[in-house]
């Protein structure tokens, strides 16, 4: 196969756009090439690297004419940790190309090229804005090494600051780190499945102080927790949650199945405007408050409430915008998969005194229909979904149940913009699309959609 260009030629190319991973996207001929760092509106050098059928990726030798939006990133791994994707980019210009990234799914895949996407709703300080850290531990020539995976493999970059997460994670990587072996503990070998810490989570309360933190362990006896207990008290005097989880899997999936306490409480207490909410150790909860509260309160904006309104919350998982629902609705009902996520949900609707807010377990698409038999009638319907976007089956079963509004939240302009589409078709009408960048320095964007049942 001949092919417009070919591997370890070197190029000059005009950069044009970002892909939705914030690789700059330059075309010779009209065959797209990938170059990660480079950012449109620039002359780059490349080599190229992998070249497929119908698009090709290239390594960035050079900037020869560089963006007027490019600027040096200040973190000091950024172009080996596949954290972020954007620092090199200012963050005004990070907001535009992220709303241009959803006009274009609108536009391309659910074909609603009229359909307004409002400007992004950023942060004044996109900085040390997550509450969860998920740093993993390995041994490297007779070294322990922590920090963030290089993108796309499980290559640990090495650190001691990660500038997007809070300063106590910073201060527990660095000193557990560097103290791991005068403590007798040994960090974990993926190729060997040996040694013992796997990971350690660093949860923090926003509004609270509170903290969490727990050693993900390969297994359940732990001779050195005592010290390592002590350790982590030194460091952060206010944690007042120490939890151990166990996995013992030759696995990628970070949390095992038993979670032990160590000290203090099992839990740590966070709140998103005026609600509190029980976060454990597996808990899922938003990684930025700040702009969680921006989003759920977008979402709230679009539900139109007035009191008198019932209302579904499919996928709520442990019922953080059920509960923002539920001040404003006569009667909020949550579903969710998974069945840890309902019990959240139900102690948390029972932390803020809400006695409108029921939450069952199971797919949405089965107790959506069972709730409907039983009587029950309803005006709006939330989805937050995961990446992947809606169930086939859930998106049936709102085309045919017919809520007067659809709220859909989602984290994947992608996906969403397939959704609409099918939405559009069974007789819903989009009125706004409203992104919100809940995690700013990274390529991502959260979205907020008003839809309208269309009456005859």
């Known amino acids: 196969m001949s092919f417009i260009v070919n591997q370890n030629d070197r190029l000059t190319v ?33 080599k190229v690297g992998k070249t497929l059928k119908n698009y090709g990726f290239a390594h960035l030798l050079n900037v020869t004419k560089p963006s007027l939006d490019r600027i040096e990133p200040p973190c000091h791994v950024f172009w080996e940790c596949g954290g972020c994707q954007l620092q090199h980019l200012s963050y005004e210009a990070q907001l535009i190309q992220k709303q241009k990234q959803v006009r274009d799914v609108i536009d391309r895949i659910a074909k609603l090229p009229d359909v307004p996407v409002h400007p992004v709703k950023g942060m004044e300080d996109p900085w040390r804005y997550r509450n969860k850290s ?8 007779g070294k322990v090494v922590s920090g963030f995976y290089k993108s796309r493999t499980h290559h640990i970059v090495d650190t001691d600051v990660c500038i997007i997460q809070s300063e106590e994670a910073d201060e527990l990587m660095s000193t557990l780190k560097h103290e791991m072996h005068a403590l007798g503990l040994e960090a974990y070998n993926e190729k060997t499945h040996r040694g013992m810490l796997r990971h350690l989570i660093v949860r923090k309360g926003k509004a609270t102080g509170e903290i969490m933190v727990v050693l993900v362990t390969l297994k359940k006896k732990f001779p050195q927790k005592d010290a390592v207990v002590q350790l982590i008290k030194r460091v952060v005097p206010e944690v007042t949650s120490i939890m151990q989880n ?59 409430l007035t009191g008198d309104e019932v209302v579904i919350d499919a996928y709520c998982g442990i019922g953080t915008i059920s509960l923002f629902l539920a001040e404003k609705a006569k009667e909020v009902y949550g579903v969710e998969i998974v069945p840890q996520a309902i019990e959240d949900a139900k102690r948390n609707a029972e932390l803020n005194g809400m006695t409108n807010a ?3 377990a199971g797919a949405a698409e089965e107790v959506i ?31 045919e149940y017919k809520p007067k509004r659809v709220v859909y939240v989602s984290c994947n302009p992608g996906t969403l913009a397939r959704d609409l589409r099918i939405l559009e078709d069974g007789g819903y009408r989009t009125k706004e699309v409203q992104p919100v960048d809940m995690f700013p320095q990274s390529s991502h964007v959260e979205c907020v959609s008003l839809l309208q049942r269309q009456t005859l």
Do not use: M
């Open 369 to 399: 229909p069972k709730w409907y038999a039983e009587g029950k009638r309803f005006d709006v319907l939330v989805v937050d979904p995961p990446r992947k976007g809606c169930d086939e089956k859930l998106l049936q079963t709102i085309l």
């Open 14 to 46: 005009h950069v044009e756009d970002l892909t939705h991973d914030g690789s700059g996207v330059a075309k010779v001929e009209g065959y797209p090439l990938f170059i990660p760092g480079a950012l449109p509106g620039e002359e780059v050098e490349v």
């Open 246 to 304: 166990v996995n013992g899997e030759k696995t990628n999936v970070i949390f095992g199945n038993e979670t032990i306490p160590l000290y203090g409480k099992s839990f740590i207490i966070d709140t998103i405007g005026d609600i509190k909410f029980e976060i454990s150790a597996r808990s899922f909860y938003q990684v930025n408050p700040a702009q969680t509260e921006v989003l759920y309160r977008q979402a709230l904006d679009y539900a139109q």
């Open 358 to 360: 029921y939450f069952e």
């Open 134 to 141: 998920q740093i993993p531990f390995s041994e490297r020539d």
